[in-house]
């Protein structure tokens, strides 16, 4: 977005430090909230504020996807480990886990509301000694798992399409490349509402809120209605570990089913340059959609469970789902699950929207403070659409390399779920525990509009905790034996990617990276 000359001058003078007191206080006050956090923080406006608080919602909503993710996801790994006891005690530990992660994240957004996110937190919160390392290593890990949850999201779409190719002709041969093809079909279309269709976006997240909503009543409805019903005991207290796993361990690495259900409220973190009043409305929108998606997600869990059938037969589906199975079999029609599963696909599809233009709105901020390879490149901003055109295009092409994954491998999905996981928590673990030492000890805090005040100690305790069970366990393989088709690559795309990293940093991003920069040039420029 073009700045007026008059704001040029302001952060120019800002930037550059040649104001005095009293004249910066007349000149902040003349501004935004957004403006004058901008200022803060040394940033240009460069993009659009095209998202409200409603939006922003849908956005963040339709992210997380929690009641849509419980069909492909609940029998992959926690019915697997545990049965009805892991994916129903396990959920309402990881909510509380995700709220108090959330709660923890908001504070830092609400003091700094930027696209480059827990990066930029960690440069700020960090001591001056290890700032500059640990600000860079948290956007190379977050910008792994954003990328990483963006495949994951194309992922689905395709391969469930793929599935119901499957159910609708029996004849037709399943192939692993088939899904990664149909795939590249859904990233295309999220690509396109990415750039061509950016203008309407926030509006078309609102509309998508209210389908989130209304589809759950659309699945939840017929499943309940027509699926033969599972006794109580079966739902909440029969353990069935078929992972080979001892029991307490197995409840652990089951937990990952439930903790990805919450992965995406920070999206609206990454958003927060095109976000207005971003201090506020980027806390609330995560906030919000914590408690909706929890609620929505947790019915569908205790749904699917009462209605889950025949597992055996679920499990033995040709589709690749057994969810659809369970549609089916509740619907005693082909037609009937085929129209159930399509809801699931086209908000699945949904999320992906906002998965690319978070995932690459965090690519573009990295970039634009020099911290990848070929950065000036990545983060270059249209002119014409105010959007960081190159990094969309970058982030297209990692998820067409991640997808490739899919052909060597039937574990694929669990796979880069897992490094989902490992990626963002592994940013989270950082920022939050910079946030724990400036409490401890008593250093000054520029605390925005949104913070927990005396409560915010023991809330980041207990999510850091949470956070690093998480990420831990989502390094392990569903289930054992471990084969080279069974086992979580994500462990070996983690460690080579941070390993990578690191040799980048040593060779060269340690001289081109010096943390979070002062827009000063673009300020001089004007």
């Given at each position: 977005m073009a700045l007026s000359k008059d704001a040029l001058e302001n952060t120019s003078e800002f930037v550059k430090g040649a104001s005095s007191a009293h004249d910066d206080d007349v000149n902040l006050s003349a501004l935004s909230t957004d403006e004058r956090d901008m200022l803060r923080m040394g940033k240009l406006q460069q993009t659009r504020r095209n998202f409200g608080l409603l939006p922003l919602l849908g956005f963040t909503t339709i992210m997380l996807n929690s009641w849509e993710s419980v069909f492909p996801f609940?029998?992959?790994?926690?019915?697997?480990?545990?049965?009805?006891?892991?994916?129903?005690?396990?959920?309402?530990?990881?909510?509380?886990?995700?709220?108090?992660?959330?709660a923890s994240i908001s504070e830092m957004a609400s003091m700094y509301p930027t696209s480059g996110g827990q990066y930029h937190w960690a440069a700020l919160l960090a001591p001056p000694k290890w700032s500059k390392f640990l600000?860079?290593?948290?956007?190379?890990?977050?910008?792994?798992g954003w990328q990483a949850g963006c495949a994951s999201g194309t992922f689905?779409?395709?391969?469930?399409?793929?599935?119901?190719?499957?159910?609708?002709?029996p004849s037709y041969e399943y192939q692993r490349w088939h899904g990664t093809l149909i795939l590249y079909a859904v990233l295309l279309v999220s690509v396109f509402v990415n750039t061509v269709a950016i203008r309407i976006l926030p509006a078309l997240e609102g509309i998508i809120l209210i389908l989130h909503v209304l589809g759950f009543l659309a699945i939840l409805i017929p499943l309940v209605h027509l699926a033969p019903q599972s006794p109580a005991q079966f739902v909440f207290a029969t353990w069935s570990n078929g992972s080979g796993y001892d029991d307490g361990l197995s409840w652990f690495v089951g937990l990952l089913t439930s903790s990805v259900l919450f992965i995406g409220f920070?999206?609206?973190?990454?958003?927060?340059?095109?976000?207005?009043?971003?201090?506020?409305?980027?806390?609330?929108?995560?906030?919000?959609?914590i408690f909706l998606n929890g609620a929505l997600g947790f019915a569908m869990i205790i749904a699917i469970l009462f209605c889950i059938g025949d597992v055996d037969n679920a499990l033995a589906t040709p589709t690749g789902y057994p969810f659809i199975e369970i549609f089916r079999n509740a619907t005693q029609s082909t037609a009937g699950a085929t129209a159930m599963t399509s809801i699931l696909i086209a908000l699945i599809i949904f999320a992906t929207f906002g998965y690319v233009a978070s995932a690459s709105r965090q690519l573009w901020a990295f970039a634009r403070d020099q911290g990848l390879p070929f950065s000036n490149v990545i983060a270059k901003v249209d002119g014409r659409w105010a959007i960081p055109l190159w990094s969309i295009a970058l982030?297209?092409?990692?998820?067409?390399?991640?997808?490739?994954?899919?052909?060597?491998?039937?574990?694929?999905?669990?796979?880069i779920v897992s490094l989902v996981v490992a990626g963002l928590f592994s940013s989270y673990v950082i920022t939050i525990s910079l946030m724990i030492r400036k409490r401890l000890t008593g250093e000054d805090i520029p605390f925005g509009p949104w913070n927990m005040g005396r409560c915010g100690l023991v809330v980041n305790v207990y999510a850091l905790l949470y956070t690093i069970i998480v990420t831990f366990f989502s390094f392990f393989p569903p289930a054992t034996p471990v084969t080279a088709m069974t086992m979580n690559w994500s462990c070996?795309?983690?460690?080579?990617?941070?390993?990578?990293?690191?040799?980048?940093?040593?060779?060269?991003?340690?001289?081109?990276?010096?943390?979070?920069?002062?827009?000063?040039?673009?300020?001089?420029?004007?």
């Open positions: 609940f029998l992959v790994t926690g019915f697997l480990n545990g049965g009805g006891p892991t994916l129903i005690y396990g959920y309402i530990f990881c909510f509380f886990g995700s709220l108090t992660m959330c600000s860079w290593l948290t956007g190379w890990v977050s910008v792994l689905l779409g395709g391969t469930i399409i793929q599935g119901l190719l499957v159910l609708n002709n920070d999206g609206a973190c990454h958003m927060a340059e095109e976000v207005k009043d971003a201090s506020i409305n980027v806390p609330r929108s995560m906030f919000f959609t982030t297209a092409l990692i998820n067409s390399l991640l997808a490739l994954i899919n052909i060597g491998s039937t574990v694929a999905f669990n796979a070996v795309v983690y460690g080579g990617t941070v390993i990578f990293g690191l040799i980048f940093w040593v060779t060269r991003g340690r001289h081109q990276w010096q943390g979070p920069l002062m827009d000063r040039h673009f300020a001089e420029q004007a």
